[in-house]
């Protein structure tokens, strides 16, 4: 009667063990989940950052931007981040350097659409 206490004891015990690890397996594969199907909130600030208007806007408005960003916090869940370019005060560099942006985003909501669509 002893050997079978035992046995069921050790039966109890191995069956918790891989009902813990696979509670933490599936916790930590939300937690993974969770993060990769969020990516982050990206603003863009388009500046002339080596022009003649580099003094008035430039950097600067780069580094308040990202200042308000990590006062804020994180939005809707997501964080903040804040991507820059230089559209060097000409108008092409600039409406080159959104287009690429907007594709960018075009091309995220498109990849993101498929995937839930599987």
Do not use: C, Y
């Amino acid at each position: 009667m002893a050997d079978a206490n035992k046995n069921v004891d050790k039966l109890e015990e191995t069956l918790r063990k891989i009902f813990s690890a696979l509670i933490g397996l599936t916790i930590s594969g939300l937690a993974t989940h969770t993060l990769a199907a969020e990516p982050p909130l990206r603003i863009g600030v388009l500046e002339d950052m080596s022009g003649p208007l580099a003094d008035v806007s430039g950097a600067g408005s780069v580094v308040a931007a990202r200042l308000a960003a990590k006062d804020f916090g994180p939005v809707l869940g997501r964080k903040v981040e804040i991507v820059s370019a230089d559209h060097q005060n000409k108008p092409d560099i600039g409406a080159q350097i959104a287009k690429r942006w907007i594709e960018l985003v075009q091309r995220f909501h498109e990849t993101t659409r498929i995937m839930r669509l599987r």
